[in-house]
């Protein structure tokens, strides 16, 4: 096998690694430049904000319009009664 005998080492002989410092990369700041397509972007949400708040609104008013247009329905089938009654006590 292997005839050679090990020898022993002065390891202050060794010169050490340098230890090279790490200067991170600065990256460049990236401009912000506001387009056309931007603020095309900015009304479209406000638009669809807008309508969100509309159709919330519709929603919580909805039991009121449904119980307006029954109260309506009503009266106006009292007032056609009404009138009927007025009608056939008149001609008698």
Known sequence: MI???PHLVDH???PKPRVIPHVPK????PK??????T????LGL????????YLYYRYE???????????SIIRLTQDIKETKEALNHASQ
């Open 3 to 5: 005839k050679i005998k």
């Open 12 to 14: 202050t002989l060794i």
């Open 26 to 29: 600065r990256l460049p700041e």
């Open 32 to 37: 912000v430049e506001i387009s056309g397509s």
């Open 39 to 42: 603020y095309f972007n900015i």
């Open 46 to 53: 406000l638009v669809l904000a807008i309508g969100g708040i």
């Open 61 to 71: 008013e909805r039991e009121q319009v449904r119980e307006r247009k029954h109260h």
